[in-house]
T-cell receptor
Framework: DVKVTQSSRYLVKRTGEKVFLECVQD?????MFWYRQDPGLGLRLIYF???????EKGDIPEGYSVSREKKERFSLILESASTNQTSMYLC??????????FGPGTRLTVT | KNEVEQSPQNLTAQEGEFITINCSYS?????LHWLQQHPGGGIVSLFM???GKKKHGRLIATINIQEKHSSLHITASHPRDSAVYIC??????????FGPGTSLSVIP
């Protein structure tokens, strides 16, 4: 079975802190994605990556950056966390044109 | 107008009822993906289909490419089916567009 893991299920950070969210997949998938999910807004794509060291902006990249130094790991970075980044963050991976597999999610609260 | 829409937005059903959730999309797609999200956040893939019908247990998904419409059916619904159901349109070049989700509550 494909396994996508995220570093934390719950995280509480203060405004202005730098936050790292890690995602690891074990199926040698080329594509990895970071989404945030908010009530009434559904899933929105922040960034995605087609390959190591490759990144593409999604629909809402502002305030975020990403890093993909190894194929299995895709990190989402909040350079200076703000309260409007309180959300559920979901990582996913896929092989090309195949369905996406999701991690369990990280519920981030910024106070 | 959203490129992927779902109806209904919220649905409450009695245990045992037959349930239908609809998804319509306005863009060209390579496939359509149905996802289930339980309270707590984890998302599980239910079906990915590009034509016809797929069945898994009490779940059935259908798609009509010409009409740009897909349905997810649940037969003999059970309280453990309570979840948010999300359809996602897989566009070419791997872009995915998610519907807003349908929140289902099945009452014993």
């Amino acid at each position: 079975d494909v396994k996508v893991t995220q570093s934390s299920r719950y995280l509480v950070k203060r405004t202005g802190e730098k936050v790292f969210l890690e995602c690891v997949q074990d199926m040698d998938h080329e594509n990895m994605f970071w989404y945030r999910q908010d009530p009434g807004l559904g899933l929105r794509l922040i960034y995605f990556s087609y390959d190591v060291k490759m990144k593409e902006k999604g629909d809402i990249p502002e305030g975020y950056s990403v890093s993909r130094e190894k194929k299995e790991r895709f990190s989402l970075i909040l350079e200076s966390a703000s309260t409007n980044q309180t959300s559920m963050y979901l990582c996913a991976s896929s092989s090309r044109s195949i369905k996406q597999y999701f991690g369990p999610g990280t519920r981030l609260t910024v106070t | 107008k959203n490129e992927v829409e779902q109806s209904p937005q919220n649905l409450t059903a009695q245990e045992g009822e037959f349930i239908t959730i609809n998804c319509s999309y306005s863009v060209g797609i390579s496939a359509l993906h149905w996802l289930q999200q339980h309270p707590g956040g984890g998302i599980v893939s239910l079906f990915m289909l590009s034509s016809g019908k797929k069945k898994h247990g009490r779940l059935i998904a259908t798609i009509n490419i010409q009409e740009k419409h897909s349905s997810l059916h649940i037969t003999a619904s059970h309280p453990r089916d309570s979840a948010v159901y999300i359809c996602a349109a897989l566009r070419f070049y791997d872009k995915v567009i998610f519907g807003p989700g349908t929140s289902l509550s099945v009452i014993p």
